[in-house]
């Protein structure tokens, strides 16, 4: 918002987008260096999770990279802590970096593009936040925030189930149908 509101849109955006950029690249290395390899040890070690994290990041480089544009999307998504996680999971620097850069545009450019224009009309940065878009903004970022986590659990979902019925199949287990009774008595 400042970048845009002291610059413009033309310096405001590209600056505010590498800044972003920079800091998750500065967390993705302080993610991978503390958590080393641990957490894709112990994501090793879980079928489900493993099923999970393949679903979401371990099938190619534009899979990869539509889901981390996923998650840059909502503006209320936890910047530090996605972070954290993507990194710690083993997601690629180059897919995790353009994936970024991706999801985090569009509402950058909403921000600074505001904040530009409320630059040349209102006489103070306050005014235009307390009057300004704010709960417009808010409220889309909730809904593709839901809509983006929709995605991701649907995603995760269906390999867990999917790694579940490959497993019953490798032990020799058939998977039951829906219509089957339970096979322990209802409590």
Known sequence: MLG????????????????FTGAS????????????????????E????????????????WHT?????????????PFAITNLVMAASGVRLLPYTLGTMLGMAPRTALVVSFAAAAGSQAKDI?????????????????????AALTIIALMANKAVEHAVVSANQAAGTPHPSPDDPPSHPAR
Do not use: C, M
């Not at 306050?126 to 839901?146: D, E, M, R, S, Y």
């Open 126 to 146: 306050q005014t235009f936040v307390a009057k300004g878009p704010g709960i417009a903004v808010f409220i889309g970022g909730l809904v593709l925030l839901i």
């Open 46 to 61: 879980n079928l489900k999770a493993t099923a999970v994290r393949n679903a979401l990041v371990g099938r190619g480089f």
């Open 65 to 77: 990279l539509g889901v981390v544009t996923l998650l840059r999307v909502p503006p209320n998504s």
């Open 4 to 19: 845009g509101w002291v610059f413009g849109f033309t310096i405001g955006f590209p600056a505010a987008l590498i800044g």
């Open 25 to 44: 690249l500065l967390g993705y290395a302080v993610s991978r260096l503390v958590s080393r390899d641990r957490v894709e040890q112990v994501i090793a």
